[in-house]
């Protein structure tokens, strides 16, 4: 495993992807994944492709602002595959001024080189207590 390809993962996980989910840019965050990229979201229908995902993340953030904090346990690379686990602690503000909350998933990414860069390929979470 290349150091430079597991720093990339982790600096996606915990830099790039909290940065872009904050910043109400569904374009933006929608960069992060590979054109064919599944996500699979709790409670929702899963999203297939780019648009797609810029679409539900837009409908996801219309009412509240995101700020999530994310931290990667395990990484592995394999050639121009990869993945990695972790917790994101996610701070949740509606915008009609109700209380904010704070919600707690555990996360697995499947990571895929995509023209030299890292990105999202699938992606599925789910809520911790």
Do not use: C
């Not at 915990?14 to 992060?32: C, G, L, T």
């Not at 592995?76 to 503000?93: H, K, L, P, R």
């Amino acid at each position: 495993m290349s150091v430079s390809d597991r720093n990339q993962i982790k600096k996606i996980f915990e830099e790039i992807y909290p940065k872009n989910a904050r910043s109400k840019n569904p374009q933006d965050y929608a960069a992060m994944f590979t054109e064919t990229a599944l996500q699979m979201p709790p409670n929702v229908p899963d999203r297939h492709g780019r648009a797609d995902i810029a679409a539900g993340y837009a409908a996801q953030v219309v009412d509240k602002d995101l700020d999530p904090t994310l931290t990667a346990e395990e990484i592995q690379v394999i050639e121009d595959f990869g993945y990695v686990t972790g917790i994101a602690m996610v701070a949740v503000y509606p915008h009609d001024g109700g209380p904010s909350t704070q919600i707690r998933f555990r996360g697995l990414w499947l990571m895929k080189k995509d023209q030299g860069d890292w990105k999202i390929d699938r992606q599925i979470w789910n809520e911790k207590p």
